[in-house]
């Protein structure tokens, strides 16, 4: 550093004793939700690809729809919750609660009409379609439970005052 340089890093104002701490957002509290969407997100995609080559070896096509079935309803119903919650975070708890009462509604109507739909067809395996829910919902949420247990996050914000100004 020469003179100069060391002269103006000398001469910036130095800051008050009495200023207004900054508004600090603190830690990001939803970086766990995005964590546990992008491994369930990877989950699924890991589960759809599997149980659509295991169906296919052992029940043929209607195996592999009944896989690629199983897997957007049962990974479909767990993704959508953390998504909504995800998208809601920052919310007040009223709101968070009513939206995801009302997303979880929706999903109950979305599944019972996917069933009615489904009900009358036969090209799909309906055990594939059942066994492939059942991974879904377990394993998609064994992998967000996991990343949101494995964030680091704090639970309490540090107080910006001395113990004199509190």
């Known amino acids: 550093m020469n003179n100069a340089e060391q002269r103006a890093s000398d001469s910036s104002p130095a800051p008050k004793d009495n200023a207004a ?34 169906s296919a070896l052992f029940l043929g096509l209607p ?32 709101t968070l609660a009513a939206v995801l009462l009302g997303s979880w509604l929706l999903k109950l109507i979305l599944a019972i ?14 055990g594939a379609f059942v066994a492939v829910i059942a991974l879904a919902v377990v394993g998609l949420l064994a992998l967000e439970t996991r990343a949101v247990l494995g964030a680091k996050m704090t639970y309490v914000q540090p107080s910006t005052q001395g113990p004199a100004q509190l």
């Open 113 to 126: 009409i996917v069933m009615v739909v489904l009900r009358g067809m036969d090209f799909y395996s309906r």
């Open 63 to 94: 195996g592999v729809w009944g896989a690629l079935l199983g897997a957007a309803v049962g990974g479909g119903f767990v993704l959508f919750t953390a998504v909504v919650v995800l998208a809601t975070a920052r919310s007040e708890p009223s």
């Open 21 to 54: 701490p900054r508004d600090t957002a603190g830690p990001d509290q939803t970086a766990a939700l995005r964590t546990a969407v992008r491994h369930g997100v990877l989950g699924l995609v890991v589960l759809t690809a599997l149980a659509a080559g295991v």
